[in-house]
């Protein structure tokens, strides 16, 4: 499979980006909980995208380990403002918008890998990855 | 209105049919609301069987809705979590906190009628 990627501008992105990547899961053969993991991990990474940043792009890249087993990796980025304290950021409860303070620590449980990096001034890039059961 | 709410009898039954988007979600919670205090409903319902993803802003909405329409003294139960909807929930950290809910729109209805909304509201169980 091929990787797919989309820009992430309005609220309406946020839905599509989520049913694309549940759509590559999906055809992947991942199991439900997972396509649902998968696709609630975009849902929250996107909305971060459009409310923060205004912008951003999704990639979504079908991998594989060096014993085969198949994953999706997905990337987020935005160039935005940067969060400051990605610590911070990383605690559950903590927010800057309106939101819960769920969003990223939330992610981050549901998915195998998950990597954060953001800078001020230059965006946010979450990475994450989750393999087959 | 986003999503249709239909009244039968002394309640409101609300089915969540197509993704909502944050502000749709926003404007979904004020009708609901609204809808509530006009027909002075006894109890809603708020179906989310079509729901396939309920993200951590979706989840708020939806508690925050109930919450909302049992403080006005008007009985809230969500029904038809999916299960990978509630496995996803709970391991982000959060279930529908402080919120009646039951697996189906027949359950629900019966909890409506046994939910002692003085007991407590929003109290799930």
């Given at each position: 499979m091929e990787v797919k990627k989309m820009a992430i501008l309005r609220e309406e992105d946020v839905i599509l980006a989520r049913q694309l990547v549940r759509k590559m899961a999906a055809d992947m053969t991942f199991n439900l909980v997972d396509q649902t993991r998968l696709a609630t991990a975009v849902s929250e990474l996107t909305r971060n995208a459009v409310e923060y940043a205004k912008s951003g792009e999704i990639r979504i890249e079908p991998v594989k380990n060096r014993v085969g087993r198949e994953g999706l990796k997905i990337v987020v980025s935005d160039n935005g403002p940067?969060?400051?304290?990605i610590e911070q950021a990383m605690t559950?409860?903590?927010?800057?918008?309106?939101?819960?303070?769920?969003g990223l620590p939330g992610t981050r449980q549901l998915v195998d890998e998950f990597d954060i990096r953001s800078s001020l001034g230059s965006g946010t890039t979450v990475t994450i990855v989750m393999w087959k059961r | 209105m986003i999503i249709p709410i239909l009244k039968i009898g002394k309640n409101l039954i609300i089915s969540i049919q197509i993704p909502l988007t944050d502000q749709q979600a926003r404007q979904f919670q004020r009708e609901v609301l609204e809808e509530v205090a006009r027909t002075e409903a006894f109890g809603i319902i708020i179906d989310?069987?079509?729901?396939d993803v309920v993200d951590s802003y979706m989840a708020r909405i939806l508690s925050e809705t109930a919450i909302n329409v049992q403080l006005m003294g008007t009985r809230a139960v969500i029904v038809g979590i999916r299960p990978e909807v509630a496995v996803t929930l709970v391991q982000m950290g959060?279930?529908?906190?402080d919120v009646a809910t039951a697996l189906n729109l027949d359950q629900g209805l019966a909890k409506l009628e046994k939910t002692d909304v003085r007991k407590g509201a929003g109290r799930g169980s």
């Open positions: 940067g969060i400051a304290d559950m409860g903590f927010t800057t918008s309106n939101g819960l303070g769920a | 989310i069987t079509a729901m959060r279930g529908l906190a």
